[in-house]
């Protein structure tokens, strides 16, 4: 008989533990960005040259220290949001629209997530 209630906690135990499996974890917070292009041919606007600033369809890379890798589709309005574990991350765009897509277009730059914020970032990639 002792050993039915055994296996019972330890099956009681394996589902709990599974349970929130596919839950978000409470240790992670938010990225909001914009991913877009700079440069090419300046444009005149009231009489002034400007640079142009185009939204990048495209995907946006977060990697973390332990080399975990999180990717977003990002459509054409190059608006993106996910949901990632607290930590810091290298992120990297690639756009189609860039060179053919084969390559990392975007600065260097790193994204700090927090437990339960929202971070806004903004990915750009420069064009002469």
Do not use: H
């Given at each position: ?74 459509g054409s309005t190059g608006v993106f949001s996910t949901s990632l ?44």
């Amino acid at each position: 008989m002792r050993w039915l209630y055994s296996a019972f906690a330890v099956g009681a135990l394996l589902v709990s533990g599974c349970a929130g499996a596919g839950q978000p974890s409470s240790a992670s917070g938010t990225v909001q960005g914009t991913f877009e292009r700079t440069g090419g041919p300046a444009i005149v606007k009231n009489g002034k040259l400007e640079t142009q600033v185009v939204p990048l369809s495209g995907t946006v890379t977060f990697t973390g220290g332990s080399g975990l890798k999180f990717s977003v589709s990002v459509g054409s309005t190059g608006v993106f949001s996910t949901s990632l574990p607290a930590g810091s991350y290298a992120v990297s765009g690639v756009s189609g629209q860039i060179s053919g897509g084969g390559s990392a277009c975007s600065v260097p730059l790193t994204a700090r997530v927090r437990a339960g914020e929202t971070s806004r970032i903004l990915v750009v990639c420069t064009v002469p």
